[in-house]
């Protein structure tokens, strides 16, 4: 063991060089942008295109980007409807996949395994046709335009059941049991003691529906026509139609389009992680 | 254990389980189950969303596929070619460059966990706020790129160079997500095998090819099968970047599909359902290949 480690451990110049390199191209983007965001579009025109470092650091274009009367790109609603879209999507989606996590996986009923498994295997059925009968099945709901459309449909999902099922399984019958002789009903049990014993796995479900739902791109520009009710993803391709080439206007809405998922992932990294190795059925 | 726990009451009907699963099962068939089986029906009728579709069998079909006048012929294979060659361009890197990288970190250098978390990062952004984000990047007359190495690449409007923009983007976004499933894989190896190889003499090279690779085997495969299904639904990228040029060459078929459906004021859903249950098939394929992978790993 111990030797392993001696010998393993003369490598990591050459790893920290390759490292280094791929990072400074991974975040010379990033620099990029958010330098951009300060610039001023002007400038950059007189330079002749191209500016490195403002010229002159200005949060106006920030104070345009945001205003919330921006008839034009309504990022700030985009952004309003996107955390309540999201928001709405993910408190459900937690609700709706646990209770069906727990009766799969600690409750006796007939078809059980049938219905799970079933469901299991065709969802696994790419879903690229179904945007066009999601639509149909939208406007017979008179959903289309409104947030209900995208919150709702993807709730139908059956991974993240099968990820807390797996969770639920390492839970032992004897807590549920007792709290039954207690006089505990399967709904108070269910939100008294598995949501707090299951809280790890439905925190990674949450922030997978959670950015899943932020993320989504295709479904929301079909579903909303109405500026003002886009959610900020499906907003965002608006924008080069509006900004053009003002490089500064483009770079600030994306700082604030990305701005939020830094902070969420610094404040979530591990689980984000752990979630991955969770899904790729790795287990760390 | 759990059947006599909890199964006391089996005697007689219990309704409660029935009840905690009912939501979601709705869900499954409204948004999921019913869509998907309509969308297959949908691409052997004649339909503008709005009537109801009109039977007309295995039409739309041999129009996209055997037709040659018919613009749905043109614009399905260059879309499924197009699709196809993102694929290819795109894959190998996605799976070569976070090896090295799961690699270098799991030597655990000055600073690993910074890189990893960076590597990481750009997964969690939108596709459009990822395309906003190098827009300018690889601009022509404003880009950094040009501007940095002086060079006066046509990028958006030339090939290759076009696929190389397209291609850069997506791994930068995607990079992250497959070099975790390699840390964590990698991480796991017996300490011992590699200890072994070295005292047989092993190189790092050959530990690498010997010891490493064998090891990770699942995880590779899994990702590669991952990686080309999430390709295979690429659309963002050219929509926003490149509009789909130059001369169509980046068009990529789900931007038909959606244009022929939702583009203009009369829908051709028929079709556009033929050209989706095609790239449906062929990612459902590639998902198969996934599924059994999967289960002989459980076995």
């Known amino acids: ?284 | 254990m759990s059947e006599r726990v909890l199964g006391r009451k089996s005697s007689k009907f219990n309704i409660t389980p029935y009840l905690f699963i009912l939501p979601h099962v709705i869900l499954f068939i409204v948004f999921f189950l019913y869509p998907l089986f309509y969308g297959v029906y949908a691409s052997f009728t004649k339909w503008n969303l709005f009537n109801d579709p009109v039977w007309v069998g295995l039409d739309n079909y041999k129009t996209i596929m055997f037709i040659k006048e018919s613009t749905f012929y043109r614009q399905f294979w260059n879309g499924l070619g197009n699709t196809v060659k993102f694929v290819l361009f795109c894959v190998p890197f996605q799976i070569l460059i976070p090896l090295v990288l799961a690699i270098a970190i799991t030597q655990k250098p000055i600073g690993y966990k910074f890189f990893q978390s960076i590597f990481y990062l750009p997964t969690m952004f939108s596709i459009t706020a990822v395309t906003l984000t190098w827009l300018f990047i690889f601009n022509r007359s404003l880009g950094l790129w040009n501007h940095l190495l002086g060079t006066d690449v046509n990028w958006y409007g030339e090939q290759p160079y076009a696929w190389m923009a397209l291609v850069i983007i997506t791994l930068w976004w995607c990079l992250g997500v497959n070099m975790i499933i390699y840390i964590a894989a990698i991480t796991g190896i017996d300490q011992s095998m590699l200890e072994a190889a070295e005292i047989d003499g092993a190189s790092k090279f050959q530990r690498f090819i010997y010891v490493i690779i064998p090891s990770i085997k699942f995880p590779l495969t899994y990702t590669l099968v991952s990686s080309v299904i999430q390709q295979f639904n690429i659309y963002g990228q050219p929509l926003i970047v490149t509009g789909g040029g130059p001369k169509e060459s980046t068009f990529v078929l789900l931007m038909y599909i959606r244009n022929l459906a939702f583009g203009t004021g009369n829908p051709i859903a028929g079709t556009s359902s033929a050209m989706a249950t095609c790239l449906g098939l062929v990612i459902g394929i590639v998902s198969l290949i996934q599924l059994m992978l999967l289960c002989k790993q459980n076995t």
Request: hydrophobic share 55%; net charge positive.
């Open chain 1, 1 to 284: 063991m111990k030797k392993a480690k001696i010998v393993w451990r003369k490598v990591p110049i050459i790893s920290f060089i390759i490292l280094f390199v791929f990072t400074i191209i991974f975040i010379i983007p990033l620099i990029w942008i958010f330098l951009s965001s300060f610039k001023v579009d002007m400038e950059i025109n007189q330079a002749g295109g191209f500016l490195f470092f403002p010229k002159t650091w200005t949060l106006r274009n920030f104070a345009e980007v945001l205003n919330p009367n921006n008839k034009q790109l309504p990022v700030y609603n985009w952004f309003i409807n996107s955390i309540f879209i999201s928001g709405s999507h993910t408190i459900l989606a937690v609700i709706i996949y646990g209770m069906s996590a727990y009766a799969y996986a600690k409750m006796q009923f007939k078809g059980r395994d049938i219905i799970f498994l079933t469901m299991l295997f065709l969802s696994s059925f790419p879903a690229v046709t179904n945007i066009i009968p999601l639509y149909k099945v939208m406007l017979n709901l008179k959903w289309l335009n409104t947030p209900l459309a995208l919150i709702v449909p993807g709730l139908a999902g059956v991974f993240n059941i099968f990820l807390i099922r797996q969770f639920l399984y390492g839970i032992p019958d004897s807590i549920i049991e007792s709290a039954k002789i207690d006089g505990a009903n399967d709904l108070r049990i269910f939100f008294r003691i598995i949501i707090p014993l299951a809280r790890p796995i439905l925190i990674a479900v949450g922030l997978f529906c959670f950015t899943g739902n932020w993320n989504d791109f295709i479904w929301p520009s079909i579903a909303i026509n109405n500026l003002d009710r886009l959610p900020l993803t499906a907003g965002l391709q608006l924008v080069k139609g509006v900004y053009g080439v003002q490089v500064a206007r483009i770079s600030t809405v994306a700082v604030v389009a990305i701005a939020p998922m830094i902070v969420l992932y610094a404040f979530a990294q591990k689980y984000f992680i752990n979630s991955i190795s969770l899904t790729a059925g790795l287990k760390g």
